[in-house]
């Protein structure tokens, strides 16, 4: 059988989540397979596990589409912390041991933006493990709102979520007040007591496992957790409104795309996340498909080699 990297150029596109990494592998007009290993944020995961899902995932992409990692011409990842040169350094690094050919690495709002607005002016919203807002207007400026972390920022994020919801569950508890989103905190934690959850809520810990939680005590109509979700939504579209204002000061049509976990799997996020923007910018016109930020990271690898070449 004649391999596939014998007769075309071949890319890469990673998206290095906080809890999954996402890999696609493609020529110059296909994807040729894609994968989904564990996250490779390395402040969330540390190197090691970073590396090993990073391998991973490009591996099992790549085994997929019947490639070799050594074929590929260019590789982009997007991920959080890129802008350091420490990570920036550390990502790069992690890949080379697979691929040969050219790699960049950016941060996950600008991958999340080319797979909105290949090339184009708009504003992407993401809200996965932490949250950000990105935008680039008609000039090529861009901005962003948010993003900087979860121990002090990330606004209605997933890490958010969790983390109002342990709270909201204390308040609830101090005040004498039932709510079905303490039963849900605890199974998810796999713990049996609320003395269980006060010493894991304490150790720092991933509070974005506890979005789903969340979302099913609020479907259920458990009225905190609604509020908590409506929070978020509210929180994400003042990102929103932040970059809009900054890059398109007169008001007039400018395009949102959305993307991320809570997003995809919270209509109530989405709901007041729209109703809030479109009170706060009338102009913005939101796409509610989720985007999927590795098709961005794809279509950048092609344009490495792609100016190159010009």
Avoid at 10 to 37: E, F, K, N, W
Avoid at 121 to 149: D, M, Q, Y
Avoid at 282 to 310: C, N, S, Y
Wanted: charged share 15%; proline share 5%.
């Amino acid at each position: 059988m004649i391999k596939i990297e014998a007769l075309v150029p071949l890319y890469l596109g990673i998206d290095g989540g906080g809890t999954q990494t996402t890999c696609a592998v493609g020529d110059h007009l296909r994807v040729l397979a894609t994968s989904v290993a564990g996250g490779s944020n390395i402040v969330r995961v540390g190197e090691p596990e970073a590396r090993t899902n990073l391998r991973e995932a490009i591996t099992k992409a790549c085994a997929a589409a019947g490639v070799s990692p050594a074929a590929v011409e260019a590789a982009v990842i997007g991920i959080a912390g890129a802008s350091v040169p420490p990570v920036k350094d550390a990502v790069a690094a992690m890949i080379g041991d697979l691929v040969p050919g050219e790699i960049e690495v950016v941060g996950d709002m600008v991958i999340a933006m080319e797979a909105a607005f290949p090339g184009l002016p708009g504003v992407v919203v993401i809200s996965g493990t932490g949250s950000v807002a990105f935008g680039r207007n008609h000039r090529e400026e861009a901005g962003r709102a948010g993003g900087w972390g979860s121990a002090i920022s990330d606004e209605g994020s997933g890490y958010w979520i969790g983390r109002a919801a342990v709270s909201a569950v204390l308040r609830a508890h101090d005040a004498g007040t039932s709510t079905t989103l303490l039963r849900g905190i605890l199974d998810c934690w796999r713990l049996n007591s609320l003395e269980e959850l006060l010493q894991k809520g304490n150790s720092l810990p991933g509070f974005a496992d506890l979005f789903p939680a969340v979302e099913s005590a609020a479907a259920a109509g458990d009225p905190i957790a609604q509020q908590i979700l409506a929070a978020a939504g509210s929180e994400l579209a003042t990102l929103a409104g932040v970059v809009i204002g900054r890059l398109w000061p007169a008001e007039q049509a400018v395009r949102v795309a959305i993307g991320g976990g809570v997003f995809a799997h919270s209509p109530l996020v989405r709901d007041t996340f729209w109703n809030k923007l479109r009170a706060q910018c009338p102009g913005a016109a939101v796409d509610f498909k989720i985007i999927q930020p590795v098709a961005g990271a794809l279509w950048m690898a092609r344009r490495m080699t792609a100016t190159t070449r010009e």
